[in-house]
C-alpha cells in the first residue's frame, strides 16, 4: 500500500483545519503555506474533499474552508477513502496469472483481506481530533476531560 502526495497533502489540509476550528474560514493560500502544499494542487483537493462531505467552501472575500463535521467525526479513514479510493483492493487483478492451483491463491487473497481489515481497522478508529490531541499533547497543551 502506497499513499500518494494526494492523500498525504489532503490530510494535512484536512489537520490544519482542525487545528484553526472556531476561528472561521480558512483560505487555502493558508493551509498550503502552513503545510508546504502548491496551493494550486490543494485547491484540486479541496474540491475533492468537498464533494466527499469532508469541508465546507465559503466564496468571497472572508471566505475559505472549514470542516463540515468536529473532527472528532471524521476518521483517516473516510479522508483516505475520499482522495485515495480504496485502500487496498478486494482481490488483486491481475488477468495475466491464471492460478492453476485455487487453494494458493485463496491463502494468498485471504493475507490481502486481513492485512486490508486491520489498516482500515485502525485508520477508523482514528480522527481528525486524535492528531490535534496529539499534537496539544506535544507541545505540553494537554486537555483533560472529566
Known amino acids: 500500500m502506497r499513499i500518494s502526495s494526494k492523500g498525504d497533502y489532503g490530510l494535512r489540509a484536512l489537520f490544519d483545519l482542525a487545528q484553526h476550528l472556531g476561528e472561521g474560514p480558512v483560505q487555502s493560500e493558508e493551509i498550503a503555506t502552513r503545510q508546504g502544499i502548491p496551493v494550486n494542487y490543494l485547491n484540486q483537493l479541496l474540491i475533492i474533499m468537498r464533494r ?3 469541508i465546507e467552501s465559503l466564496r468571497g472575500p472572508q471566505g475559505g474552508h472549514l470542516l463540515a ?3 472528532k467525526a471524521i476518521s483517516l479513514l ?3 477513502t475520499a482522495l485515495e479510493g480504496p485502500l487496498l483492493p478486494d482481490e488483486p ?3 495475466d496469472l491464471v492460478a492453476t492451483v485455487p487453494e494458493d491463491h485463496d491463502l ?3 493475507v490481502w483481506s486481513i492485512l486490508r481489515g486491520r489498516i482500515e481497522h485502525i ?5 481528525l481530533d486524535d492528531l490535534c490531541q496529539r499534537k496539544r499533547e506535544r507541545a505540553g497543551n494537554v486537555m483533560y476531560y472529566i
Open 52 to 54: 466527499a462531505g469532508l
Open 69 to 71: 463535521r468536529p473532527p
Open 78 to 80: 473516510e479522508i483516505f
Open 93 to 95: 487483478v491481475r488477468e
Open 108 to 110: 494468498v487473497i485471504e
Open 123 to 127: 485508520l477508523a478508529e482514528r480522527t
